[in-house]
């Protein structure tokens, strides 16, 4: 009886902080995140600063997030749904993508901007996101 509870407590004990390290990691992303573009970027790169932590206390997921059919069609974010890179999809060598949003830069200035320029016009200033 005491051997069995202290074998479950040392088995709780141990695995409590990967299985939340596991969750918390694999739910959220990073808090604080340096968006920069790798693919379509400039020569002069002009990363933005975006938390994302602070973000997510006021947004749903889904009013970022999204994915793509095998068609290459836009589809919404569900809960759970595999997260990528914006840059994964949203580049000039995806051919299917519209040309409004394929590059990282016209997709975050479509998504970022027209929300803070909708909340407060001083948020759409440049120096919000680059510092
Ligand atoms: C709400 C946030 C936000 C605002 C405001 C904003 N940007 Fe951006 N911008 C981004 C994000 C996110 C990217 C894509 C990641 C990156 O490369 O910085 C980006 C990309 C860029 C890029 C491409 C950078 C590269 O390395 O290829 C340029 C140039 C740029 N923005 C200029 C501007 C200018 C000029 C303004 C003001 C008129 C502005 N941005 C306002 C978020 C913003
Ligand atoms: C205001 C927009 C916004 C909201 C709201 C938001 N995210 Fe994000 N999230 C982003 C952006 C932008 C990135 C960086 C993507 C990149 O690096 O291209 C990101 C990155 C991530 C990543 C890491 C992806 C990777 O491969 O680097 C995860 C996981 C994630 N978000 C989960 C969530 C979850 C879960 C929620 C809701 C609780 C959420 N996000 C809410 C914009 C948002
Ligand atoms: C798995 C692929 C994929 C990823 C990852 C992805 N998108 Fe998209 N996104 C699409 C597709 C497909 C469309 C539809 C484009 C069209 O109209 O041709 C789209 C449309 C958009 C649009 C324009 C339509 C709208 O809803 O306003 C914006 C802005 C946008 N995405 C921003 C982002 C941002 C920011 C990220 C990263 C947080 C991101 N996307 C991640 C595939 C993706
Ligand atoms: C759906 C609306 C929405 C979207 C999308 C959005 N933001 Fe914001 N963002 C806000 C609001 C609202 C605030 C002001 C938060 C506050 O003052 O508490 C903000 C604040 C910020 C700040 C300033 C934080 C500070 O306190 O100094 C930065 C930087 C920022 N956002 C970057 C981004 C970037 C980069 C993206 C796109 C990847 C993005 N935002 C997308 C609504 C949005």
Same mark, same amino acid.
């Given at each position: 009886?005491?051997?069995? /509870?202290?074998?479950?407590?040392?088995?709780?004990?141990?695995?409590?902080?990967?299985?939340?390290?596991?969750?918390?990691? !694999?739910?959220?992303?990073?808090?604080?995140?340096?968006?920069?573009?790798?693919?379509?970027?400039?020569?002069?790169?002009?990363?933005? *600063?975006?938390?994302?932590?602070?973000?997510?206390? /006021?947004? +749903?997921?889904? !009013?970022?997030?999204?994915? %793509?059919? *095998? +068609?290459? %069609?836009?589809?919404?974010?569900?809960?759970?749904? $595999?997260? +990528?890179?914006?840059? =994964?999809?949203?580049?000039?060598?995806?051919?299917?993508?519209?040309?409004?949003?394929?590059?990282?830069?016209? !997709? !975050?200035? $479509?998504?970022?901007? =027209?929300?803070?320029?909708?909340?407060?016009?001083? /948020? *759409?200033?440049?120096?919000?996101?680059?510092?």
């Amino acid at each position: 009886m005491k051997k069995s /509870l202290i074998h479950t407590c040392l088995v709780a004990l141990c695995c409590a902080p990967c299985v939340l390290s596991l969750a918390q990691a !694999a739910d959220k992303g990073p808090a604080e995140i340096t968006l920069e573009s790798t693919i379509d970027g400039n020569s002069k790169p002009k990363p933005s *600063a975006f938390p994302h932590g602070q973000h997510q206390t /006021l947004q +749903e997921c889904s !009013a970022c997030h999204h994915s %793509k059919d *095998a +068609e290459g %069609k836009k589809i919404d974010y569900v809960e759970g749904q $595999k997260i +990528e890179k914006c840059e =994964t999809c949203h580049n000039t060598k995806e051919v299917t993508m519209s040309a409004k949003v394929n590059t990282f830069k016209k !997709a !975050a200035h $479509k998504q970022c901007k =027209t929300c803070h320029k909708n909340t407060d016009p001083k /948020l *759409a200033k440049c120096s919000v996101c680059h510092k």
